[in-house]
């Protein structure tokens, strides 16, 4: 089989080089409680994370985004925000997001904040004010209550469910403490969706974009950005939610989260970013919004992304496609169709702390199965299959223009923990759902820095909030720098080389191949990725660049790997 051109098409023209950051960049996601942890108390922290900016800068990327840091109760990690102008105790002070911010910006890099609009904690003092007035005040105009339906109100308003499971509405008690009204939460109980068609809420959240806006934040990753309004009247749905991240619901059942829910992408949510668009624009240095909207078909995707609303959305019609040639090529091509026509790169994405890792996705039995984490009893994926897709993914995801966003351990080829203690689990999903869903601990365990230290590095004492598996000492960073082929220094290379060919900001266009593999040129480099189980020859004079594919020697691509290659 070869790889070899014969017939061509451009599915994107190249970009100009210069155009703003965010156009090309790569963007790695800190998350905090699990980057670095400089007191030992087991919890990663600020201090931790800027004590280890050399390593992004090692790595090559251009920014990163921190998931929250705020004052939160951790009933969802921190997207339960109960203030959003100030640092939760447990991760440092507001100085340490100060001194954070300078030093990222002294090394050249960026730094993205998480803001999580559709909801805050029921910790927040507006909830709290909310509770303690009556039903149609204006405190609890902030958030969605509603009497209950039934003949004393003992019904939930609508038939809602929780994205983490169970119902979404909550029944308090009122303060002359008797059963009164519901409030609406899409996610956990103590997560109050906001009421975005109330003023004060839209003022209210333009004034703490300022407040991290003039602290010298480069940009805001919005949380749910596709959930902020919900259709009028809240009206009933017989569609079936998918879990968080899109993954397979627990009853097996298919309904996207996309126009047809009366929760997610409704036409009114626009406006809010039109208006953050003006903010943002306010300032100097290009900051930029990403949108987290598990949105599709990828047009309605693109109108996030139109010139006056965000900067970047992520690709995540991409991230569920598995190991599917057909499915990739489709994806990629559909992302350009739709963003190129709103002007908008595409953001690229393969793991994050919301989807077991990648490197042990792509290693089941089915790469294209998604669960809500995996667990003891559940299939376990073949990890050295696993791996070796994820690196040649990586380097698929690293040869696409426009941005891309790495999540932290991925460079380390990082698998998901797939044996985690169930008493130890702490995302809500597990509890919510009854254990069925096992929920994303896996993804979010302490990163492991030193084979030779307690926790591997990732705090002073060996404390850690989640166990790490022993076979992490050979994923460790020291166990990798320096050793060429490991996951580490490939995408070091990588992103050296995607720097050096200006990849970001190039064009694509698809080479004629076996179904089971993708060619596509973006400039002068060539990029071959197999999926099938056949070897690919590449074209004659084509000299190796990089290659996923540890043991790769000559001009023959191996099964599930990457190459790029320059033509000359
Ligand atoms: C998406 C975040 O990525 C996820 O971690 C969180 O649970 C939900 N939004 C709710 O804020």
Request: charged fraction near 25%; proline fraction near 8%; aromatic fraction near 10%.
């Amino acid at each position: 089989m070869t790889a070899t051109p014969a017939r061509e098409r451009t599915v994107h023209q190249a970009d100009a080089v210069d155009g703003p950051w965010w156009r090309h960049a790569v963007i790695y996601q800190v998350y905090p409680r699990s980057f670095a942890d400089s007191d030992g108390d087991g919890i990663g922290d600020l201090p931790g994370i800027t004590a280890r900016l050399d390593h992004l800068v090692d790595l090559g990327v251009d920014a990163l985004w921190l998931s929250p840091f705020y004052v939160s109760p951790q009933a969802d990690a921190g997207y339960d925000v109960a203030d959003y102008r100030d640092v939760d105790p447990v991760f440092g002070t507001l100085d340490d997001i100060d001194a954070l911010l300078d030093k990222a910006h002294r090394l050249g890099l960026r730094v993205v904040v998480d803001l999580v609009p559709n909801h805050t904690s029921d910790e927040h003092l507006w909830f709290a004010a909310a509770r303690a007035a009556a039903p149609g005040s204006p405190e609890r105009a902030r958030y969605l209550f509603r009497d209950g339906r039934g003949r004393h109100g003992e019904l939930p308003p609508n038939n809602w469910t929780s994205m983490f499971g169970g119902p979404a509405w909550t029944r308090i008690t009122e303060a002359d403490g008797r059963p009164g009204q519901w409030y609406l939460h899409l996610f956990d109980t103590k997560q109050p969706d906001l009421d975005w068609s109330n003023p004060q809420v839209r003022t209210e959240f333009e004034d703490v974009l300022r407040f991290w806006l003039d602290r010298g934040v480069d940009g805001f990753r919005v949380d749910v950005a596709h959930g902020l309004v919900k259709a009028d009247g809240l009206p009933d749905w017989a569609g079936v939610v998918t879990m968080i991240d899109g993954s397979d619901p627990v009853d097996g059942g298919a309904a996207p989260h996309g126009r047809t829910s009366p929760m997610f992408d409704q036409d009114g949510v626009h406006e809010v970013y039109r208006a953050w668009r003006t903010v943002l624009d306010s300032y100097p240095g290009d900051r930029a919004m990403v949108a987290e909207a598990w949105v599709e078909p990828l047009e309605r995707l693109a109108r996030y992304v139109r010139p006056d609303e965000m900067h970047q959305a992520f690709n995540f019609s991409f991230l569920s496609a598995g190991w599917d040639p057909a499915a990739l090529r489709s994806v990629i091509d559909r992302s350009f169709a739709a963003n190129d026509t709103v002007g908008a790169p595409t953001t690229w994405v393969l793991s994050n702390h919301d989807v077991v890792r990648h490197a042990s996705r792509l290693g089941l039995s089915d790469p294209t199965r998604r669960p809500n984490g995996i667990g003891d009893g559940d299939e376990q994926p073949d990890a050295e299959l696993g791996l070796r897709r994820a690196r040649a993914a990586s380097l698929l995801v690293l040869a696409l223009p426009g941005s891309a966003y790495l999540y932290q351990g991925e460079e380390l080829g990082l698998p998901e923990h797939t044996a985690l203690p169930d008493e130890l689990r702490q995302d809500p999903t597990y509890t919510r759902s009854g254990g069925a869903e096992r929920g994303r601990d896996g993804c979010r365990v302490p990163l492991p820095w030193q084979q030779d230290a307690p926790a591997f590095g990732f705090s002073p004492n060996g404390a850690s909030w989640l166990p790490q598996p022993a076979g992490w000492r050979e994923f460790t960073v020291d166990a990798q720098r320096g050793r060429p082929g490991s996951t580490y220094e490939t995408y070091r290379s990588a992103l050296r080389l995607r720097r050096q060919h200006q990849l970001a900001a190039g064009d694509l266009t698809w080479l004629p191949s076996d179904p089971e593999v993708l060619t596509f040129t973006n400039g002068r480099v060539l990029v071959v990725t197999t999926m099938g189980s056949a070897a690919v020859q590449l074209p004659p004079g084509a000299r190796v660049l990089i290659s996923s594919d540890t043991s790769q020697t000559g001009d023959v691509v191996a099964p599930d790997t990457t190459v790029w290659a320059l033509l000359d």
